[in-house]
């Protein structure tokens, strides 16, 4: 691999196995991206989403294509092709207080294995990076189509059990779910994983939340679909 390339690194996290590609110094142009997410319009992020969030142009990906082609390819395993389905400056702004019973549990983001989320963290570590977990009672670490109805299932279950789930940020173990991988934010680092991986948000210091693009738990979402 070139030296000039970012270095790049693919996790495997759980029984499993599914890759998780984390690229640090990726874009380059931190700053600039920080400055543009400062200046942006926000609106609700929407139901599952705990927070705000602004649209941004995926443009300044094209300074890295040949190597996020290159991932797509050989990680992921698309040969004809990505496209961009959202891309999003977004901010972590709930109390947990105020989260939904479904946001305080690890999530997936789609059943489908052509869905690729995408995570580019702008701030450091003191802003929380991304945890990846196994559902317990399942043994399941990414929900396909014909595991949805057997997931659901255990989360009844689940709440038959052990009542609602608390309000706060999922982090860690507990009689639900296991902590099976975590990455670290970094100024500039990205990864992308397939949307079915069981994952959540890490929120270090709940209290310090806020809507305010300059203080706030600033970074940017896509998901790709590859073909």
């Known amino acids: 691999m070139s030296q000039s390339l970012p270095p790049i690194k693919v996790h495997q996290f759980g029984t499993e196995r599914e890759p998780v590609v984390q690229i640090d110094e990726f874009s380059g142009m931190v700053d600039e991206l920080l400055k543009a997410g400062r200046q942006a319009q926000y609106q609700e992020g929407g139901a599952a989403y705990p927070g705000i969030r602004s649209w941004i142009e995926p443009t300044y990906l094209e300074r890295r294509r040949e190597l996020m082609m290159q991932a797509m390819v050989h990680v992921f395993g698309f040969q004809q092709g990505v496209s961009c389905e959202a891309s999003t400056f977004s901010l972590v702004t709930k109390a947990p207080e105020d989260l939904s019973p479904i946001q305080r549990i690890p999530h997936y983001d789609h059943s489908e294995g052509q869905l690729i989320a995408v995570m580019h963290y702008l701030l450091g570590p003191e802003t929380g990076g991304t945890a990846f977990y196994r559902h317990k009672r399942t043994g399941f670490e990414t929900i396909t189509p014909e595991r949805e109805a057997a997931y659901d299932a255990g989360l009844q279950a689940d709440e038959a059990t052990y009542g609602?789930?608390?309000?706060?940020?999922?982090?860690?173990?507990?009689?639900?779910?296991?902590?099976?991988?975590?990455?670290?934010?970094?100024?500039?680092?990205?990864?992308?994983y397939r949307g079915r991986l069981l994952h959540s948000g890490v929120i270090p210091d709940p209290a310090a939340l806020t809507g305010d693009p300059a203080s706030g738990r600033l970074t940017i979402n896509m998901f790709l679909r590859g073909r």
Do not use: Q
């Open 164 to 192: 609602i789930p608390p309000a706060a940020y999922f982090h860690g173990d507990d009689e639900r779910y296991e902590l099976i991988g975590e990455i670290e934010a970094r100024p500039d680092r990205l990864i992308l």
